[in-house]
T-cell receptor, first 113, second 114 residues
Framework: AQTVTQSQPEMSVQEAETVTLSCTYDTSESNYYLFWYKQPPSRQMILVIRQEAYKQQNATENRFSVNFQKAAKSFSLKISDSQLGDTAMYFCAFLVNAGKSTFGDGTTLTVKP | NAGVTQTPKFRILKIGQSMTLQCTQDMNHNYMYWYRQDPGMGLKLIYYSVGAGITDKGEVPNGYNVSRSTTEDFPLRLELAAPSQTSVYFC?????????????FGQGTRLTVV
């Protein structure tokens, strides 16, 4: 079975600064995908960034980037130039196939003005 | 584009009652999913479907049933509601199951069983 651990239940950052959210996972699978989702107070789940395990290059989407360390089973999310709209719950997720997906318990991020 | 639409948005059920959570998508996606999100926790997969007529259990299927008679619709049925089913339920769809395609989520249904 897969497990996903987000060790930081809550974090805060000043507007315009950089913050890193951590995620570790455990699996015996060799092919899988990793995701970060954002859930604002509206409850909508929004895909932030995804990483394919067989790709060594870290994914980047504008101000969001990941540090993927496959051997260490670590998948952290870096948010640069934090904005007030980044305030949300962030979930790390792991996907093998349609029937095997695991989400972490989330990190609540607050961006302070 | 409406995307993934869930109804109702909120519902209060009494113990032992039954209900169906509706989910429809207009993106012609083959894959559809039902998740539940308990307070302070991540999503857990209840059931999924890889196409019309094909469904399978996820991590937490007990107490639920699904059907997939059309590509667009994937209803979730609770037969005998229990307090442990108090949760927020999300429906999602994707073109394929791979991580190179995005899963689109509905707005969720907040269900309280009393």
């Amino acid at each position: 079975a897969q497990t996903v651990t987000q060790s930081q239940p809550e974090m805060s950052v000043q507007e315009a600064e950089t913050v890193t959210l951590s995620c570790t996972y455990d699996t015996s699978e060799s092919n899988y995908y990793l995701f970060w989702y954002k859930q604002p107070p509206s409850r909508q789940m929004i895909l932030v960034i995804r990483q394919e395990a067989y790709k060594q290059q870290n994914a980047t989407e504008n101000r969001f980037s990941v540090n993927f360390q496959k051997a260490a089973k670590s998948f952290s999310l870096k948010i640069s130039d934090s904005q007030l709209g980044d305030t949300a719950m962030y979930f790390c997720a792991f996907l093998v196939n349609a029937g095997k997906s695991t989400f972490g318990d989330g990190t609540t991020l607050t961006v302070k003005p | 584009n409406a995307g993934v639409t869930q109804t109702p948005k909120f519902r209060i059920l009494k113990i032992g009652q039954s209900m169906t959570l509706q989910c429809t998508q207009d993106m012609n996606h083959n894959y559809m999913y039902w998740y539940r999100q308990d307070p302070g926790m991540g999503l857990k997969l209840i059931y999924y479907s890889v196409g019309a007529g094909i469904t399978d259990k996820g991590e937490v299927p007990n107490g639920y049933n699904v059907s997939r008679s059309t590509t667009e619709d994937f209803p979730l049925r609770l037969e005998l509601a229990a307090p442990s089913q108090t949760s927020v339920y999300f429906c999602a769809s994707s073109y394929s199951m791979g991580g190179n395609t995005e899963a689109f989520f509905g707005q969720g249904t907040r269900l309280t069983v009393v």
